[in-house]
């Protein structure tokens, strides 16, 4: 099982950049791992994701072309670099592992991730 604790958030304004760091223990290498974010009162929802190789990502719509995942697997460390931050971005941010190791598939339900960290809070103004 992964342990996550997510670092970065701050308090930005629109167009400002901003890097999430998720911090890992256990076997990180082995699990595809992603990005969510939930706004005050509103669902979940999904940023990014990263095969447990790091070969393939995938990314919400909203921030395609701005947001970039990576992962150092020999830090068991995962990123989010934000870039050109709007007030939408306004939401805390959650890392999670896939429950399954070596996925052979990416995916964006929530429901496929099992261990998640406790959040970092982004606020962007505008």
């Known amino acids: 099982q992964v342990q996550l604790v997510e670092s970065g958030g701050g308090l930005v304004q629109a167009g400002d950049s901003l890097r999430l760091s998720c911090a890992a223990s256990g076997p990180f290498s082995a699990y595809e791992v992603a990005w969510f974010r939930q706004a005050l009162g509103k669902e979940r929802e999904f940023v990014a994701t990263?095969?447990?190789?790091?070969?393939?990502?995938h990314y919400a719509d909203s921030v395609k072309d701005r947001f970039t995942i990576a992962r150092d697997n020999a830090k068991k460390t995962l990123y989010l670099q934000m870039n050109n931050l709007k007030p939408e971005d306004t939401a805390v941010y959650y890392c999670a592992a896939k429950t399954t190791p070596y996925s052979s598939y990416l995916t964006s339900d929530a429901r496929n991730f099992g261990s998640w960290g406790q959040g970092t809070q982004v606020t962007v103004s505008s």
């Open positions: 990263i095969s447990w190789g790091a070969g393939e990502t």
